[in-house]
């Protein structure tokens, strides 16, 4: 192990892909979503909901002993009707399951994608945040002052503005909304981002973080990290449209459940609540079964594709929409 090895850290979100990593030697990666290949020396496990009291941390490393592209039906022909069968995915050839001690976790729960980083950093890392590479030094400095005044910022993350998907350098979840952060020269970015040159915090790093403490008072103060330990809890309400309703018996159903769950999970645990669930996405209540789901599929205003439920993460007060599409002029 070289202090230069790169490390991918992977997203997984089912328990049986850990026991095929430990048992087979072998883990998959769509091709879509690695837009930076999969060349790297070491292969990180970030567990996701499913995983219970694992969940939201790094407890497995592997090392990467090659890889081979094929599709999802080549590697898990059980489930040959899944939408993304035909899709190209890596197999990466692993080494033995290593157990990262302590489990590198992160502490706001957050939902991450693919993260590219170094064995000097995996090695030292104390939570997620320590992990990420992308940003230069400016970002880094700001982000260590910024932990020294008290406040937990957090790298890479993900913001929605007016349909549009950005990631900002840093930023700092507050109780009435979110201080995104961007180090860069010019403009760019969503626009409710506070933008700061390179020269500020290189010159002026104390006067940088006073004023994201100030923005984050005037956003109601930093959200507190959750307790190790606690689990905590939201609202998800689910709307059906005919002939679904018919079958289940509900027209709207309200679900309590885990912070940072899935669109999948919700759709299992209503599998689970109602036997005929399952049979009705499919077309229960119509001429005829069919082999996958019917229903469009929305979160709040935006339709989410079926092959994305697995990768799609709700938040406290989210709903849920599954209604026929409409058809004709």
């Not at 910024?146 to 503005?161: A, C, D, F, H, T």
């Amino acid at each position: 192990m070289h202090p230069e090895d790169r490390v991918l850290v992977a997203v997984m979100n089912r328990p049986q892909d850990l026991e095929i990593a430990r048992d087979q030697g072998w883990y998959r990666l769509p091709q879509a979503r690695v837009s930076r290949g999969v060349y790297s020396e070491y292969v990180a496990f970030y567990l996701t909901a499913a995983f219970q009291e694992q969940k939201w941390a790094i407890h497995y490393y592997a090392r990467n002993l090659g890889h081979e592209l094929v599709t999802r039906r080549d590697l898990l022909p059980e489930e040959s009707d899944h939408p993304r069968a035909g899709d190209p995915y890596y197999k990466l050839q692993l080494g033995p399951l290593q157990r990262r001690d302590p489990p590198i976790p992160s502490l706001r729960w957050r939902r991450i994608s693919f993260i590219h980083t170094t064995w000097d950093r995996f090695e030292a890392a104390e939570e997620v945040n320590d992990l990420f590479v992308e940003g230069d030094e400016f970002v880094d400095r700001l982000y260590h002052a910024l932990r020294e005044s008290g406040l937990s910022p957090e790298r890479q993350y993900p913001v929605r503005e007016s349909g549009v998907d950005y990631v900002v350098d840093l930023a700092i979840p507050c109780r009435n909304g979110l201080v995104a952060l961007n180090i860069a020269p010019e403009a760019g970015g969503p626009v409710q981002t506070l933008r700061l040159a390179p020269q500020q915090v290189e010159t002026d790093a104390e006067g940088c973080v006073a004023a994201i403490c100030a923005e984050a008072d005037r956003q109601g103060g930093a959200l507190p990290l959750p307790q190790i330990g606690e689990k905590k809890r939201m609202k998800v309400t689910v709307k059906l449209g005919a002939p679904l309703s018919r079958v289940i018996g509900e027209t709207k159903v309200i679900l309590s459940v885990e912070e940072g769950v899935s669109v999948e999970e919700v759709l299992r645990q209503l599998g689970e609540r109602y036997s005929e669930f399952d049979d009705g996405l499919r077309g229960k209540g119509l001429q005829s079964l069919h082999a996958h789901p019917l229903y469009s599929l929305f979160v709040n205003s935006r339709p989410v594709s079926w092959k994305d439920v697995a990768i799609t993460l709700l938040h406290d007060g989210d709903r849920v929409y599954l209604f026929l599409p409409v058809v004709g002029g």
